[in-house]
């Protein structure tokens, strides 16, 4: 339900729809809400990274801060790509 997903996100309705239907990119705020929604989850499990990133020859995909740096240059501060940073460390030292 997309109402009760924008309640727990912080934004509203239209937003997550747009970015559902590819008509909007996700912000800063958007991120923020979906790890707000879903504590549970790592921010790889929440979003694929590496989506429209060409994948170099080596197979290596870029560091998050130089992905962020590129694909989301107005939407995301230093200050958020490295809580963002934190958050995907944390999920990797998580015990499985």
Request: net charge positive; proline share 5%.
């Amino acid at each position: 339900n997309l109402v009760a997903l924008a309640q727990a996100m912080g934004i509203s309705t239209g937003q997550i729809y747009k970015v559902r239907e590819g008509q909007r990119g996700i912000n800063q705020k958007f991120i923020i809400g979906a790890t707000k929604a879903f504590p549970e989850y790592n921010l790889n499990t929440l979003f694929h990274v590496a989506q429209g990133q060409p994948v170099k020859s080596s197979n290596k995909l870029p560091e998050f801060r130089e992905y962020a740096r590129q694909k989301y240059p107005n939407e995301l501060d230093e200050d958020l790509i490295t809580m963002i940073e934190d958050l995907i460390e944390r999920g990797r030292r998580k015990p499985e």
